[in-house]
């Protein structure tokens, strides 16, 4: 049975990030297995907690696990709803729990996120949206785009140093990147503040860069869209995010892809919807109409004598490219009968006589038009009972 997160956290579908953080804090306490040694369940339930907080508490992972529920992370959608998703919290729920023991006790254990061991800090992950239409999610499609990033500077080559002048090892820790402090009986580490964690200063900075190692550029990037894709997919490209501090690892890059709305076709998962409009003269004696198709192509569809506002037409194989097969979805054509309208004096004497060859008054014949008549015998029949 899938997962509720919202439920698994007791808190409504609307929690903000404080209320979520918040309960999660109570139930991990509570469920923790160092303090529920003789109770089996317990463990359990932490895991499953640790669980929904992981992904709750990151936006992205929230927007894809609202659109797509669990199948944004289980695999069934052919590599993650959202592209770079994945992975749970593991036992314990390490990131999760880790969140919520920095925010209690600082960052006395170990300097917080990106300081822990010193040396040069990764560069942050970005994201970029891509629009595209729904022709090019048909079909995929190679797209160029330019995302401005902090990258590595040509100048220090990512030192953050002048040239030759180097950096010199911090002396308020000696080059650890972190300081240690007694405080009663506790002896607690913390990112060292004179480097901030980097075990070393520089002392006569590059001028391009200001000491950073790194300056904001526009990078031009080339990416392959997949055929098949839909709104809220994220394609990763690794290394492609920021440049780290003086020389730090670059982070990645998530381009989310959003399908524009299109003119004529609305899509239903591998399926598109389309409304045509015919006129009541044809709906009448039957023909054919063209539609287009998504391939920018047009198809033939028969329409029936008889044929009335509503009735949809299934076209196989004329919807969406299905992701990494060969395989299409259905085009459905829904039909709407148009009536006509500015007829002039011959015209609405002609429409006189069919109304009174075919008709019968306002209910209409049965023969010709059963649904009229049907809904006025039954509307004779309630206003008899109401007279009873």
């Not at 903000?16 to 339930?45: C, I």
């Not at 907080?53 to 993650?80: C, E, T």
């Not at 254990?109 to 994201?127: E, F, P």
């Not at 007694?182 to 004179?194: A, H, I, K, M, N």
């Amino acid at each position: 049975m899938a997962k509720d997160f919202y439920k698994t956290l007791e808190v409504d579908k609307s929690a903000s990030k404080e209320e979520l953080k918040k309960a999660y804090r109570k139930l991990a306490m509570k469920y923790h297995p160092d303090q529920n040694k003789d109770n089996p369940e317990a463990e359990a339930k932490f895991k499953e907690i640790s669980e929904a907080y992981d992904i709750l508490k990151d936006d992205q992972k929230r927007a894809a696990y609202d659109q797509y529920g669990n199948a944004a992370f289980d695999g069934s959608m052919g590599g993650g709803a959202a592209g770079g998703f994945g992975g749970g919290a593991g036992f314990g729920g390490a990131g999760a729990f880790s969140d919520i023991f920095e925010d209690m006790f600082g960052d006395m254990m170990g300097g917080g996120r990106g300081g822990r061991g010193g040396g040069a800090a990764r560069g942050s992950d970005l994201q970029y949206t891509l629009e595209i239409s729904l022709e090019d999610a048909f079909k995929g499609k190679e797209a160029k785009i330019k995302v401005p990033v902090n990258e590595t500077c040509d100048s220090c080559k990512g030192s953050g140093a002048k040239d030759g002048s180097g950096a010199a090892t911090c002396s308020t820790c000696d080059g650890a990147g972190r300081v240690r402090q007694q405080q009663g009986f506790f002896t607690v580490e913390r990112t060292c503040p004179t480097c901030n964690g980097q075990g070393n200063i520089i002392k006569d900075a590059c001028n391009a860069c200001g000491g950073e190692g790194r300056k904001k550029k526009e990078k031009n990037l080339q990416i392959k869209v997949p055929a098949g894709v839909e709104s809220g997919r994220r394609i990763r490209l690794s290394g492609e995010g920021e440049a780290g501090l003086r020389g730090g690892p670059h982070g990645d890059l998530y381009v989310l892809l959003s399908v524009k709305p299109h003119k004529f076709f609305k899509r239903n998962g591998a399926n598109l919807y389309g409304r045509v409009p015919i006129a009541i003269t044809k709906a009448a004696l039957g023909g054919e109409v063209q539609v287009p198709t998504i391939e920018g192509k047009s198809a033939k569809v028969k329409i029936p004598a008889g044929t009335q506002t509503g009735q949809q037409f299934r076209l196989k194989d004329k919807g969406m490219t299905m992701m990494q097969t060969s395989n299409r979805g259905d085009l459905f054509i829904e039909i709407f009968v148009e009536t006509p309208v500015n007829l002039n004096k011959e015209q609405q004497e002609l429409m006189k006589k069919l109304d009174k060859d075919v008709g019968d008054g306002n209910a209409g014949s049965s023969k010709h038009s059963p649904e009229s008549s049907g809904f006025f015998t039954k509307m004779r029949d309630i206003w008899d009972d109401l007279k009873d």
